[in-house]
């Protein structure tokens, strides 16, 4: 058995662990269907990565994943963890994303209550007994 050095584990974990951010642009039909190991389910949907160049990507939630596809709007940002697979079969391969994780960005949904809160900008004219160096230290340093 061939052992793996750290450097080649790394770089196992490295390439299995892997996160595509984007728009989700369409979301296709559920499938399900009942197979050896019991009922199935799976959702197909495409995200439009934000590069000069946007690719369009295809992943497969499966499972408790379809439902919280379900739950994220159309258009929105998305950040997917998917594990990548490939399979053989009659000479040809093909490849498939699963999303073990996906996660809304939401640092672009500031909530709208925020904008009703007064900005008071507060006067700093007394500084009175305050002071930005450390006296007893002379170095020139401002930290």
Known sequence: MKRLFPYSLFLYLKIMALEISGKIIKVLPEQNGTGRNGAWKKQDFIVETKEQYPKKICITAWGDKVNALSQIPMQSDVKVSV??????????????????????????????????????????????????????????LPF
């Not at 079969?89 to 490849?95: A, V």
């Not at 009703?116 to 007994?129: A, F």
């Open 83 to 140: 594990n990548i697979e490939s399979r053989e079969f009659n000479d040809k391969w093909y490849t498939d994303l699963k999303a073990w994780k996906i996660e809304t960005d939401n640092a672009h949904d500031f909530n709208d209550e925020r904008k009703d809160i007064p900005y008071i900008d507060t006067p700093y004219d007394d500084m009175t007994g305050v002071t930005f160096s450390d006296e007893k230290n002379n170095d020139d």
